[in-house]
């Protein structure tokens, strides 16, 4: 089976702080799109960040300048680093695999299962 292993949520304070790990199994991310996406009770589920084969970036309005998508092929793992964090930054956190590019939710393949981001005082 091919997976996606999201790990790095947890409760933290405003303007705190949190490193989300999102770890492939099964196959290896060199030739895939990696998506970070969120979903927030009474809210629909918006994409984030995402980072394409080749190293390019793309950002939320939401997060810009606040959260940084990088990821290392070598450990086969995408990071998604959290700063400033927000009380509505609190949603569970996903990523999601497709080759090449970025895309609408939809168009990805592999999905991992969610890790929770709490922030509040």
């Known amino acids: 089976q091919l997976q996606l292993v999201e790990s790095g949520g947890g409760l933290v304070q405003p303007g705190g702080s949190l490193r989300l790990s999102c770890a492939a199994s099964?196959?290896?991310?060199?030739?895939?799109?990696i998506g970070w996406f969120r979903q927030a009770p009474g809210k629909e589920r918006e994409g984030v960040s995402c980072?394409?084969?080749?190293?390019?970036?793309n950002y939320a309005d939401s997060v810009k300048g606040r959260f940084t998508i990088t990821r290392d092929n070598a450990k086969n793992t995408v990071y998604l680093q959290m700063n400033s964090l927000k009380p509505e930054d609190t949603a569970v956190y996903y990523c999601?695999?497709?080759?090449?590019?970025?895309?609408?939710?939809?168009?990805?393949?592999?999905w991992g299962q969610g890790t929770q981001v709490t922030v509040s005082s």
């Open positions: 999601a695999s497709r080759p090449n590019y970025c895309s609408a939710s939809m168009e990805y393949n592999v």
């Open positions: 099964g196959f290896t991310l060199n030739y895939y799109a």
């Open positions: 980072i394409t084969r080749g190293g390019n970036t």
